[in-house]
């Protein structure tokens, strides 16, 4: 997803029912005398909140520019002076200081699914007090096993049935790998039994972020099993946020990890679950009972999967394509400190049939200046 | 070795489209590449582990001569089994 823009950052900067149980979290922790690390901060809500709640100073790290609209905001609100934006990754930016206190919003729909905390991790290790506090500093994965027909129907079986005179059932074997995020009013599902946390971590101690769990459950009620439903819980000071679709509407979704053929499970049925994704890697999610099993994974539903993922095989000497070698042309002629319409012309020169002049070439070239320029 | 039989390991997913293929293995997390060659003999042992049936399929399959043949195939078992992805017994 995007940050890039003020609307992408609508729903977390007015999600009530997150930011109020932050806010309480950051009540607790922060006095006259903190010093504040908001990570990721984007607009800067949770920061602000700090600087509101009496911090001494609070450094919102954002990698998108979004975050200097956070310094009007603090002028606004009469913070400006107890607020330090800097934009960058963490592992780009330097703090001039210590921190007492790290808030985060890096725990994701499915707690690793945006790859976001070795970043979390980073900060903590660099940045913060002996004795500071992380909010959240614990984090939970549950699923459980849901009846879900209607959704199974519209994203599954959907591609079984004929379209316009034609058939699309191929699709169907990747529909069913891929996870299905979806909102609240439209996750319609009953669970048939209990929820069970598949992968927690302590944020304050854990240094990996690879998810391999798994879990056992007893069927409640004889049913056809969907898919595994999935969600998360951190913990914010004293409370706990839970993005279970039982509980108050949050920003982050909930999942639907399908199962296809769905599993018709009985009552008193044992099922064995199990749930793994390395890091920057696919989902992949397993279920065992007497009934049958059923083995899901994202992996099989990459449609730009062989010829880009042998690329990652270790044994793989990938080379450099037309385009990685025009990259390197540009990124040389930008560490030899030429112009940017010089190393424009030069690289149309180069490669006439990628470029057909300069302003398309120019194009490429302010892309990379704008990433990797000084 | 084309005697013995190729089981795959179930720890091994498989994707393949338009002909190309990987697979990724569970254990290590990490990725296998298969060419034309390679993912037709993945879903031969897929469908039975006697590798001297799939070189027979194979050979009929294509234009090769069938030492060449039997030397990529031991090859290409040989790295699969050492990527642990099969086990040949």
């Keep these: 997803m995007s940050y ?3 609307g992408s950052h609508r729903s977390m900067v007015f999600d009530a029912n997150r930011n109020e149980l932050y806010a309480q979290a950051i009540r607790k922790f922060v006095t006259a005398d903190s010093v504040v690390l908001d990570l990721g901060a984007g607009l800067g809500v949770h920061g602000l909140l700090a600087a509101a709640a009496g911090a001494k100073r609070v450094y919102l790290v954002e990698p998108e520019p979004v975050v200097q609209i956070a310094k009007e905001i603090a002028r606004a609100n009469g913070l400006a002076d107890r607020i330090v934006v800097l934009e960058g990754r963490i592992e780009d930016v330097e703090l001039p200081e210590q921190v007492d206190l790290i808030i985060s919003v890096f725990t994701g729909n499915l707690l690793y699914t945006e790859d976001l905390l070795p970043s979390l991790f980073h900060a903590r290790d660099r940045y913060l007090k002996p004795g500071g506090h992380l909010i959240p500093d614990y984090a939970e994965l549950l699923l459980a096993p849901v009846s879900a027909p209607d959704i199974h129907a519209k994203h599954i079986s959907c591609w079984s049935e004929p379209h316009l ?12 790998n891929e996870i299905l995020w979806l909102n609240r009013d439209e996750l319609k599902s009953e669970q048939l039994a209990p929820a069970a946390v598949l992968s927690s971590g302590d944020l304050t101690r854990m240094s990996r972020a690879d998810c391999r769990g798994e879990a056992h459950f007893k069927i409640e009620k004889s049913d056809t099993c ?7 819980r951190i913990r914010l000071g004293d409370e706990w946020l839970s993005t279970d679709p039982a509980n108050p509407e949050v920003h982050w979704l909930p999942a639907l990890l399908p199962l296809d053929p769905p599993l018709q499970l009985e009552q008193g049925e044992e099922i064995e679950i199990s749930l793994q ?12 009972a007497a009934s049958g099993s059923r083995r899901h994974s994202s992996f099989l539903a990459r449609l730009d999967g062989p010829s880009r993922l042998r690329k990652m095989a270790p044994d793989y000497s990938p080379g450099l394509n037309q385009r990685g070698e025009n990259t390197r042309h540009v990124l040389a002629m930008m560490q030899a400190g030429r112009s940017n319409q010089e190393i424009a012309q030069s690289l149309a020169e180069s490669d006439p049939k990628a470029f057909p002049g300069v302003e398309s070439a120019m194009q490429m070239v302010q892309g990379l200046a704008k990433r990797y320029g000084k | 070795m084309l005697s013995q039989h190729v089981l795959l390991s179930p720890e091994a997913l498989f994707q393949e489209i338009g002909g190309e293929g990987v697979i990724l293995d569970l254990k290590s997390s990490s990725y296998f590449g298969l060419d034309e060659v390679g993912v037709r003999l993945w879903q031969l042992l897929q469908a039975d582990p006697n590798l001297q049936a799939a070189c ?8 090769v001569e069938p030492p060449q043949l039997e030397d990529d195939l031991i090859k290409l078992v040989h790295q699969l089994a050492e990527a642990g992805l099969v086990t040949v017994e």
């Design chain 1, 277 to 288: 994704r390395p890091a920057q890697g696919d989902w992949t999610w397993a279920t065992k």
């Design chain 1, 165 to 176: 005179g034609l058939d699309f059932s191929t699709g169907r074997r990747f529909a069913a």
């Design chain 1, 226 to 232: 969907h898919g595994l439903l999935g969600w998360i």
């Design chain 1, 4 to 6: 890039s823009q003020v």
């Design chain 2, 56 to 63: 027979d399929t194979l050979l009929a399959e294509y234009d």
